[in-house]
């Protein structure tokens, strides 16, 4: 088991190098389907982007419900944001937000990290930037970080996880017999109950299909 | 094999067109390693003359000190760097985090030793006999001490060498307190690591290539002056 981005991941499983893949990415999943690398796709749980940032907000975009229009407004203020610039699922969604707003971000004011989403969001809070996190990391971060969840809600921001048996795996059954696990009532019911104590709520909402 | 080969030529060709993104994080690399190694050697060449000359109590301990700071974990400095520099830390005022100079503080800290270290080594290994015989033909002390250092130069030459080598191939100081951010903070090892996690082999090879090649030039020089070192001349008093 390896925690990766899910573009190392859906990489790292078309060489062979993994059995199955629980990824964010949806048209990167898509396309790996597509080519066939991939036996099977399945949902398995969902939560949501969130757009984070000082609790000053410079750039006035706190409580707005179009997450494409509070990048637009970041854009505009030139105020500091951290990219994750790793091709990871979430560097993937905030690209396509950046799509929808109609902007190629660029500047001293937008900074690719090239990192994972903890060390992202503490650049964040260490800059006093704005980013895009998903929200379990952020949650499980935010007594350290000094920023706040300003932009959520959005359809957009929905983040959908679903698990891949690769094609060929070395261990087909292996990876069959997870992805059946991760999509078991049992295992759904797991997920609907993480973080419920630590956070007050879920981080996940499962939604495998039942079969 | 397949994948290392194309991966290979890919970088060749990245190398050869002078890719700007390539060629920018190279130079500040080299920026952030020189620098670091710069401000090394005023601080390691004082400390490692003193105790390679000087005979006091505590020493042996002192010696034994900066021994011990030539294996610093790089990933540990780093930490602590971050401590000192983040916005609740003591130096967090200075703003010098995700910059190139708290970068160059990170491998100051591990370049510094090298320094000392192949100094203190330098100093001690040059006949005690030459410094006496200069103050006898009427050299001031720093006359006599600046003779004694220019009889040790090669090994001095060898500590730049060692303790660049030693930082501009370090990954975890630089990653915590550069942040790898494009443009500003991401340097030949930070880019490799990046790159390889996105797939993106030739880029990263070519960033392996030129890492090879500077710590290869760095140890070549080294070899050459532990080769010439037993050819010096005898001792000026016999």
């Known amino acids: 088991m390896i925690a990766v981005g899910s573009g190392e991941a859906l990489r790292l499983a078309e060489r062979g190098d993994a059995d199955a893949v629980l990824a964010h ?5 898509e396309e790996f389907m597509a080519a066939g690398h991939g036996e099977s796709r399945r949902p398995v ?31 505009a203020a030139g105020a500091p944001f951290i990219s994750r610039g790793d091709d990871s699922g979430t560097h993937a969604r905030e690209r396509l937000l950046w799509g929808a707003a109609g902007i190629d971000p660029a500047g001293s004011w937008y900074l690719e990290a090239g990192q994972g989403m903890g060390a992202a969001l503490m650049m964040a809070s260490e800059k006093q930037a704005y980013t895009l996190s998903d929200r379990g990391t952020y949650l499980s971060l935010c007594d350290r970080l000094e920023l706040s969840v300003l932009v959520e809600g959005d359809p957009a921001l929905r983040n959908q996880y679903s698990v891949i048996v690769v094609r060929g795996a070395a261990n087909a059954d292996g990876a069959r017999a997870f992805a059946a696990w991760i999509t078991s009532p ?3 019911q797991l997920i609907g109950e993480f973080g419920l104590e630590r956070f007050g709520r879920p981080l996940f909402i499962p939604n495998a299909e039942r079969r | 094999m397949d994948l290392f080969l194309d991966a290979l030529r890919q970088a060749l060709r990245l190398l050869l067109s002078g890719d700007p993104y390539l060629w920018r994080i190279i130079a500040r690399s080299l920026q952030v390693s020189g620098g670091a190694v710069l401000l090394g050697l005023l601080a390691g060449i004082p400390l490692g003359t003193w105790l390679g000359l000087a005979r006091f109590p505590g020493r042996g301990l002192a010696v034994a000190l900066v021994n011990t700071g030539l294996a610093l974990p790089p990933v540990v400095v780093g930490l602590f760097v971050y401590i000192l520099l983040s916005r609740q830390g003591p130096l967090g005022a200075l703003g010098w985090l995700y910059t190139p100079s708290a970068m160059i503080t990170a491998q100051f800290v591990l370049a510094a030793p090298y320094v ?3 100094t203190l080594a330098a100093v001690g290994s040059v006949p005690p006999q030459l410094r006496l015989q200069a103050r006898a033909l009427g050299a001031s002390r720093w006359q006599a001490l600046l003779l004694h250092l220019r009889e040790a130069r090669l090994a001095l030459m060898a500590a730049v060498a060692a303790g660049f080598g030693a930082v501009i191939s370090e990954v975890g100081a630089v990653m915590l307190v550069g942040g790898n951010v494009q443009g500003e903070t991401r340097v030949i090892t930070t880019a490799i690591m990046l790159e390889t996690r996105r797939g993106r082999f030739a880029t990263a090879i070519a960033f392996g290539l030129i890492l090879l090649t500077i710590a290869f030039a760095a140890n070549a020089f080294i070899t050459r002056v532990q080769q010439a070192q037993p050819r010096r001349r005898r001792p000026l008093t016999s």
């Open chain 2, 116 to 118: 000392a270290a192949i």
């Open chain 1, 45 to 75: 749980m969902f939560n949501d982007f969130v757009i984070v940032g000082p609790e000053a907000d410079g750039a006035a975009i706190r409580g707005l419900s179009d997450a494409a229009a509070a990048l637009a407004r970041i854009a």
């Open chain 1, 25 to 29: 990415s949806p048209r990167a999943e």
């Open chain 1, 186 to 188: 049992a295992a759904q």
